[in-house]
């Protein structure tokens, strides 16, 4: 069972990253943590340090009695303040945004959820999505995508995946102009775990992706 953190610890675990749970701190800080099941080491280099699942609980609940529980964000969208989000296509370019160091923190943030998995799944399979993915579904949809070296859309809406929610409450709907990119994006998906159908618009014939996690 975890234990409940210090003040200063539960700093730390409030500053993790939004997507992956990844942590920054001390290695004293961090080492707290795994101690008390908060958070777990990656075995990979550079060996980055992530919120277990109930390190996760921890983050999202109130930080004491009274105290008002911070909403996640409705949409993945671009984060202001330097943490990690996943492009789900439509927003402003950054600048250096398909450099090298956007390509390692991709990958880092895909490495971790798939730690995640391991983790979180009693077989330890990382081969379908854990309840992180379920509950954040347009994030974990985008983050499998660019990972992949898929391209998100642009803000003028061109050429490029784009990840939406949907009525749905378990799948989301991915839109990509250019069919056989549109293909690729549900090749993808399904080689990470998820299930994909491809439709149609009613009014505007566009085709498009419904896509949920796969259960088993």
């Known amino acids: 069972m975890a234990l409940s953190p210090t003040a200063a610890q539960r700093r730390v675990i409030d500053a993790a990253d939004a997507v992956t749970g990844r942590l920054k701190g001390t290695e004293a800080q961090l080492a707290a943590l795994v101690r008390r099941g908060l958070a777990f080491r990656h075995p990979r280099p550079p060996h980055d340090h992530f919120l277990t699942p109930a390190g996760h609980r921890t983050r999202e609940a109130p930080a004491g009695p009274g105290a008002p ?63 992180w993915e379920r509950a954040h579904l347009v994030r974990a949809a985008a983050l499998a995508l660019e990972a992949a070296g898929h391209r998100p859309a642009g803000p003028d809406g061109d050429d490029g995946y784009r990840v939406r929610a949907t009525p749905q409450p378990d799948a989301v709907a991915v839109y990509e102009p250019d069919g056989a990119a549109l293909r690729g994006c549900a090749a993808t998906l399904e080689r990470v ?16 992706l419904l896509a949920s996690p796969r259960k088993v």
Do not use: I, K, N
Not at 193 to 208: C, S
């Open 69 to 131: 529980r911070t909403p996640g964000p409705a949409a993945p969208a671009a984060a202001d303040d330097g943490v990690f989000a996943a492009r789900v296509g439509g927003e402003e370019a950054v600048p250096g945004d398909a450099g090298p160091a956007r390509l390692r923190e991709v990958r880092s943030a895909w490495q971790g959820l798939l730690e995640l998995r391991r983790m979180t799944h009693s077989d330890g399979s990382t081969e379908r999505p854990c309840g």
């Open 193 to 208: 775990g998820w299930q994909v159908g491809e439709h149609t618009e009613p009014r505007t014939r566009a085709r498009y």
